[in-house]
């Protein structure tokens, strides 16, 4: 198996400011701190501990390249594209659009590279350069919509990937998987109408957007049917995730049997991170991508990309992404130095209520075709 890995040292680079969570106000009681919540470090330190392992002599690096303001505008307005290139350009930056998601000056020169990085992978795994890939890009991209950032977000790099499949590289049915503990609610929204692209989000019951992803949201027009929303409850360890993987996201792509499958891959329902309440260790994160693996090898010829959205527990995140690149690439260079201490504290075997819903998305399965 060949393996497409990028990272560029530029995404190290973007600025989310001096706040915690919200930006820095003393008004509010936000008080300024070293690191926000989603600060880079954390993906840096993954892409050191990818190259310290030795994994990375076992992938194929992919390089980087800027999105094109065409490229950017199969998703987004011409209005989005233009605010965040001025704002970019003020010396202090400016917001994604919600007013908790800054950046600093320049981000618009790393959004629109992490966005052309999720093409260039791409296209790499399109071409057959590599079977699959992962691009390690920040900031993440999975709440932007056409017209505005979201959530840390600026440009929504999955969905901009996908129409240029479709646009240019000639895929036709796509599969979009997001597994960030947070709603995929970008995709959701630009490929609502959209049966060519099934959209499925496994996250956490109302983390973030507020009240976004229910399990009754399920595309509309001609798009019915192709979204598929898996709001876990709180909780949820490695036997509540495997029982979704193997029961609603396996199948579902297995109806649908897709051409190209792009993962929005967040670590952040792993069990040491601040903004969500999940359990999840690195045995649920291989057994999510040995699940779109099988998927991608049975209808897709293999052809599997995923691109970084979040994850923000800087301690845990690095042994996380480590096992799913392991895992794309076939090979084995590291054990999770953590697992003793993240998967020693119980909340591994599948609840009962944690079925329930499970089972009550997989319902819907039989309506994909
Ligand atoms: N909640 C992400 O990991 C981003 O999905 C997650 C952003 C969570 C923000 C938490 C937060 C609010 C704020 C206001 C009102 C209600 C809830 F996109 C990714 F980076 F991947 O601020
Ligand atoms: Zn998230």
Redesign the pocket.
């Known amino acids: 198996m060949t393996t497409g890995y990028l990272w560029d040292e530029i995404f190290g680079w973007h600025d989310t400011g001096s706040g915690t969570?919200?930006p820095a106000d003393p008004d509010l009681g936000h008080q300024p701190i070293s690191h926000h919540v989603?600060h880079p470090d954390t993906k840096r330190r993954m892409h050191e501990l990818i190259c310290v392992s030795g994994l990375v002599d076992h992938l194929t690096r992919i390089a980087p390249r800027t999105a094109s303001v065409e490229e950017l505008t199969r998703v987004h307005t011409p209005e989005h594209v233009e605010r965040i290139v001025r704002e970019s350009a003020q010396p202090k930056g400016g917001d994604a659009g919600?007013g908790?998601s800054p950046f600093g000056k320049g981000a618009y020169r790393i959004a629109a590279l992490g966005a052309g990085s999720a093409i260039a992978m791409t296209e790499a795994v399109v071409a057959g350069t590599v079977d699959n890939g992962y691009a390690l890009v920040n900031?993440?991209?999975?709440?932007a919509l056409p017209e505005t950032g979201l959530?840390?977000?600026i440009f929504n790099n999955v969905a901009i990937a996908a129409k240029h499949a479709q646009a240019v590289l000639g895929i036709e049915r796509i599969a979009i998987v997001d597994w960030?503990?947070?709603h995929g609610n970008g995709a959701q929204a630009i490929f609502a109408e959209d049966p060519s692209v099934l959209t499925i989000s496994l996250h956490q019951d109302r983390?973030?957007?507020?009240n976004s992803g229910l399990v009754e949201e399920r595309g509309t027009a001609a798009g019915e049917h192709y979204n598929v929303n898996i709001p876990m409850p709180v909780g949820c360890g490695d036997g509540a995730y495997q029982y979704a993987a193997r029961t609603v996201i396996g199948p579902a792509l297995e109806a649908f049997a897709p051409e190209l499958i792009i993962v929005?891959s967040?670590f952040?329902p792993n069990a040491m991170d601040p903004?969500a309440r999940q359990l999840v260790t690195t045995r649920g994160f291989i057994t999510l991508t040995e699940t779109v693996m099988e998927a991608a090898a049975r209808s897709a010829g293999g052809r599997l990309v995923l691109v970084q959205?979040?994850?923000?527990s800087p301690v845990y995140v690095p042994f996380c992404g480590l096992a799913t690149i392991e895992t794309l690439a076939g090979v084995h260079v590291m054990d999770d130095g953590l697992l003793p201490v993240v998967g020693g504290m119980g909340g591994h075997d599948l609840e009962p209520h944690q079925k329930e819903l499970v089972d009550r998305v997989a319902a819907f399965v039989g309506d994909i075709a």
Not at 139 to 143: E, F, I, Q, T, V
Not at 207 to 210: D, K, Q, R, V
Request: proline share 11%; net charge negative; charged share 15%.
């Open positions: 969570l919200f989603a919600d908790i900031p993440a991209g999975h709440h959530g840390f977000c960030d503990v947070h983390c973030f957007p507020p929005a967040g952040d903004l959205e979040g994850g923000y």
